[in-house]
């Protein structure tokens, strides 16, 4: 079982109240990142990130949020983590204004050029738009839980990292990009327990979580035709190459 826990990664989560998910990845020394969007979260997830070589910490203005929040505000915590993100546009799941979310992205893009700070992408129904504005900001960029049929390969052809969401077994936009991304620009995520619970539509616990991210490994790998000893290897580089040195 052991054994087991330490061949997972997760590439883009999000905390909880009770700290349930960093407690269990910060025990099991599964190398994750956990994603800052105001100063609770900060102040939580801070202290413990210092102390855990294996917990990275991106911090950015969420574009559900973009009209909430000035990047002056987001600043400090900007300034202590090394990964943008998650930041982009939304036309889906929020009704904050479009030319808003611009803004407030493109700022971030461009703050992370500027200081070198690789970037996590949020897409969603913005897709084409997304891969034509990060052109103009050059840095490493990771695509999180692509899920559109469409415009794919326009980040592919640009060299960015995915993350396979916890959707794997039931989405079919997951499952491309399974099939079509390279295995060295391949990572894992969870987006942390509600994300997990809202797909499973269960209630999600740290079993839960370990099963079901077991089992995305072991499609993963018959997808990919490797085993999940080799696909764990390969995920391992393609975290420590994406984050900067903990
Ligand atoms: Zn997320």
Partial sequence: MDKMRTQLIDAHCHTDKQQRLVTYLKKEQILSCFNCQNKVEADQLLPLAKQTKTIWL???????????YQLIDLLPILEQVSVVGEIGMDSVWTSVPLSQQQRMFEQQLAYASDKGKPVILHTKGQE???????????NRYLVHWYSSLEGLTD???QDCYFTIGPSLNVDPAVLQVAEQVPINRLLLESDGLAAMEWVLETKVDEQVYEHHQMSQMVTLAKIKKLSVNQLTEQLRGNFLRFFPGN
């Fill in 58 to 68: 991106s911090a950015g203005i969420h574009p559900w949020e973009a009209n909430r």
């Fill in 128 to 138: 084409k738009k997304i891969s034509r504005l990060i052109k103009k900001y050059p």
């Fill in 155 to 157: 980040f592919i052809e």
